[in-house]
């Protein structure tokens, strides 16, 4: 199974998840269904603001898909680099 990997980062001083996973055009076409989501290639992954982000919609956009790796998102500290 196809996994992706959620994991916080701080770009432009501002809290964002990045949703990483190697190039694979399913798992392309469902990240750009998510609201809000934004491509970097200078960071070679799909990506939203913290504000915006709720993991149950990820979960249901790659239900079935990809396994949603969300284990740096519980364990980071509040202070991101």
Do not use: G
């Not at 996994?3 to 998840?17: F, T």
């Not at 694979?24 to 989501?37: G, P, V, W, Y």
């Not at 979960?59 to 202070?79: E, M, N, P, W």
């Amino acid at each position: 199974m196809k996994a992706i990997q959620l994991r916080p980062h701080n770009m432009r001083n501002e809290s964002i998840i990045m949703i990483q996973f190697p190039f694979d055009k399913e798992l392309i076409s469902r990240a750009k269904t998510i609201e809000n989501t934004l491509s970097s290639q200078y960071m070679c992954t799909w990506y939203m603001k913290k504000s915006e982000f709720k993991l149950n919609r990820i979960f249901k956009i790659f239900k079935s898909v990809a396994y949603v790796d969300y284990l740096a998102l519980k364990t980071t500290k509040t202070l991101l680099l």
